[in-house]
């Protein structure tokens, strides 16, 4: 099974603050990366792809990908209450395979 | 609307009693696959399928089978279930098999007693 590593554990920050949620993998190959948020009691959804280094923006959601160091990370601005929820980093490693983070929670303070 | 339907939300069983998970969607996606999902482990894929016919086993996939007659529907069958597989299951589906916008059911949450 491919590593895919959330490390952090609860991220709690105050109304309107940045979250900021690391990934770090350990497959050189994959090639495409998402962040799922998944409510509690709910199905994930997909939230940002990304597939070359950099960053990419998506309203209030920016994810940044850096290949060499093998990370992909996912900043939440101007955060609200209901961006509260379990954010999962997934990667896709070919032979039509996903590869799930075990997610970290955030919970937004009004 | 787009959806991917699995049925039971919720089912409570006992050790050994065959039971099937149903799951369909209504977009035409040629890739599903399931998944369990337990806390602490994240999401883990069981089976996929990457069309009619065509199934492959993914990480945890002892204990579970599948099929693929109709592009549609992918039910999960435990043939013997066990307590280990007490667990929270979600089916999903995709255009472009893991590369793409992977869509998930409302999941089905498995107690075996």
């Known amino acids: 099974q491919k590593e895919v590593e959330q490390n952090s554990g609860p991220l709690s920050v105050p109304e309107g603050a940045i979250a900021s949620l690391n990934c770090t993998y350990s497959d050189r190959v994959s090639q495409s990366f998402f962040w799922y948020r998944q409510y509690s009691g709910k199905s994930p959804e997909l939230i940002m792809s990304?597939?070359?280094?950099g960053d990419k923006e998506d309203g209030r959601f920016t994810a940044q990908l850096n290949k060499a160091s093998q990370y992909v990370s996912l900043l939440i601005r101007d955060s609200q209450p209901s961006d509260s929820a379990t954010y999962l980093c997934?990667?896709?490693?070919?032979?039509?395979?996903?590869?799930f983070g075990k997610g970290n929670q955030v919970v937004v303070i009004p | 609307e787009a959806q991917v339907t699995q049925n039971p939300r919720y089912l409570i069983t006992v050790t050994g009693k065959k039971l099937t998970v149903t799951c369909s969607q209504n977009m035409n996606h040629e890739y599903m696959s399931w998944y369990r999902q337990d806390p602490g482990l994240g999401l883990r894929q069981i089976y996929y399928?990457?069309?009619?016919?065509?199934?492959d086993k993914g990480d945890v996939p002892e204990g579970y089978k599948v099929s693929r007659k109709e592009k549609r529907n992918f039910p999960l069958i435990l043939e013997s279930p066990s307590p280990n597989q007490t667990s929270l299951y979600f089916c999903?589906?995709?255009?472009?098999?893991?590369?793409?916008?992977?869509?998930f059911g409302q999941g089905t949450r498995l107690t075996v007693v």
């Open positions: 990304i597939y070359s280094n």
């Open positions: 999903a589906s995709s255009l472009r098999g893991g590369q793409g916008k992977a869509f």
């Open positions: 997934a990667l896709y490693y070919g032979n039509n395979r996903l590869a």
């Open positions: 399928s990457m069309n009619v016919e065509v199934t």
